[in-house]
């Protein structure tokens, strides 16, 4: 699956079914979170046997979402290790998907949704109840509006992946005391307010932008 710009849209639909697979899922989680591991690693973590995972892993790695890789420290070279392959993968927009696709699409951002929410609130909660350090202030969180065209819309997105790829270093290039940092991004425009029914009892949008940060 080699990356393209402006991304790479993944258009098989055995592809974004290996990807839809919820404990897959968890694995690729795992795997970003944690950095590489072996499927007996992964088993033990995720309460699977070895064989699930393995079986996960290889078709994973079918479709180029993993790959088996050297680990870094020598007495760990034991089994096959596996880590996830970043990379900007895209699905193809709701105009352009058949019945099927939009079916396995929507099911696996369902699972994407509930499991980053999961993981932003599970860390944060660690983060408190740990020793305080440095990064327990470092769960950034932000809220915002905008009055935009949908081209504008679009180029708002490609500046933030181009934003994304700025700080991207390959492992061996990673700063010390460099953590691994999860980032979402979520931009949805609202109901268009000349069809919305409750119009009339609104106020007019004047555009001004609106944002919260922590």
């Known amino acids: 699956m080699p990356e393209k ?5 993944i258009t098989e639909l055995a592809a974004l079914k290996a990807l839809a697979q919820p404990r897959r899922q ?3 989680q795992h795997l970003t979170l944690h950095g590489p591991a072996t499927s007996a690693i992964l088993a033990r973590a995720l309460g699977l046997n070895t064989g699930a995972t393995s079986y996960h892993l290889r078709e994973l790695a079918r479709y180029g979402f993993v790959t088996d890789t050297v680990p870094q420290e020598p007495a760990g070279r ?3 290790w596996w880590r996830a392959v970043p990379g900007d993968r ?3 927009p709701p105009s352009r998907r058949t019945p099927e696709l939009s079916l396995v699409i929507d099911e696996l951002n369902r699972h994407a949704y509930a499991a980053d929410l999961a993981l932003f609130e599970r860390l944060q909660r660690e983060s408190a109840d740990a020793a305080p350090d440095e990064w327990a202030d470092a769960f950034a969180y932000s809220r915002g509006a905008l009055s935009l065209t949908l081209p504008e819309l679009r180029a708002f997105f490609e500046e933030y992946i181009a934003l994304m790829n700025r700080y991207r270093r390959p492992g061996a290039d ?4 460099a953590r691994t940092v999860h980032t979402r991004l979520l931009a949805f425009p609202a109901p268009d307010p000349a069809t919305a029914p409750d119009r009339a009892s609104r106020p007019p949008f004047t ?4 944002t919260d940060a922590s």
């Open 90 to 92: 895209r699905f193809p």
């Open 5 to 9: 710009p402006g991304g790479t849209e």
């Open 78 to 80: 034991r089994g096959r």
């Open 174 to 177: 990673t700063a010390p005391g």
């Open 26 to 28: 968890q694995i690729l």
């Open 207 to 210: 555009g001004r932008p609106e």
